[in-house]
Every structure is written in structure tokens, then in C-alpha cells.
């Protein structure tokens, strides 16, 4: 049964650094669409950065810009987030989401509203 496993995540101070990791299980499957929404508590799932992993096209949100970078192994088969710089305002559940094969055509549009999978979450705490 194909699922998304993530690892990472956990407390850090303001200004410090988490990378979080999404890969698939089994491991033979490679998905080309990958990326992290998050959930504020009290707040809607918003989406955080996605990669298209053939290409290495990437997209971020606005307020992670310059502080987040999404990657992935050689293999395709895991995807990476690196966190830097975190605010207070990066607390909260970060959710790798993960289509296998969307294409090329509007990509990141379709990993925005029609994820295939999900992985099970990790919290990120930052505390002041």
C-alpha cells in the first residue's frame, strides 16, 4: 500500500532551523508532484512550497519566501523542506501532500487542489 512518510519537525527557537523530510513508501515509487501544506491551529490548511520533482520546478508562499527551500534526492522519491530563519508564526502542523504523476501542465495547480495522497503530519513548534 502506497503512503507518504514523513520524518522531522519538533521545537526550535526563533531564528533556528528545521527540515522536515517526505519520502514514499514503497520506495520504488517516485512522485512528480510534492510539497507541504500546513495548518495553524484555529486556521484553514494552507499551502507552504511544492516541487515538481522531474523538472525541479519549485513555488512557495509569499511568507516563507527566502527563508524555506524545498529540494529532493536523486531519485525522485523524497522530498525535502528545509526551514530557516522560523517565526513564531511557522508554528504549526506541516503535511507532505503528493500526486505520483500529475504532468507538467498546470502543476501546481493540481497539487493545490487535488492532492493524491497525504502524509500524516508533523508539528513544528517555534517558541520566543
Known amino acids: 500500500q502506497f503512503e507518504l512518510v514523513e520524518s522531522g519537525g519538533g521545537s526550535v527557537q526563533v531564528g533556528g532551523s528545521v527540515r522536515l523530510s517526505c519520502g514514499t513508501s514503497?520506495?520504488?515509487?517516485?512522485?512528480?508532484?510534492m510539497g507541504w501544506f500546513r495548518q495553524i491551529s484555529g486556521k484553514e490548511r494552507e499551502r507552504v512550497a511544492a516541487?515538481?520533482?522531474?523538472?525541479?520546478?519549485?513555488w512557495y508562499a509569499d511568507p516563507v519566501k527566502g527563508r524555506f527551500t524545498i529540494s529532493k534526492d536523486s531519485t525522485g522519491n523524497t522530498a525535502y523542506l528545509q526551514m530557516n530563519s522560523l517565526e513564531v508564526e511557522d508554528t504549526a502542523m506541516y503535511y507532505c501532500?503528493?500526486?505520483?504523476?500529475?504532468?507538467?501542465?498546470?502543476?501546481?495547480?493540481?497539487?493545490?487542489?487535488?492532492?493524491?495522497?497525504w502524509g500524516h503530519g508533523t508539528q513544528v513548534t517555534v517558541s520566543s
Open positions: 501532500a503528493a500526486i505520483i504523476d500529475c504532468g507538467f501542465m498546470r502543476w501546481l495547480e493540481k497539487w493545490t487542489t487535488q492532492p493524491q495522497y
Open positions: 514503497p520506495a520504488t515509487y517516485k512522485t512528480k508532484c
Open positions: 516541487i515538481y520533482t522531474v523538472g525541479g520546478n519549485t
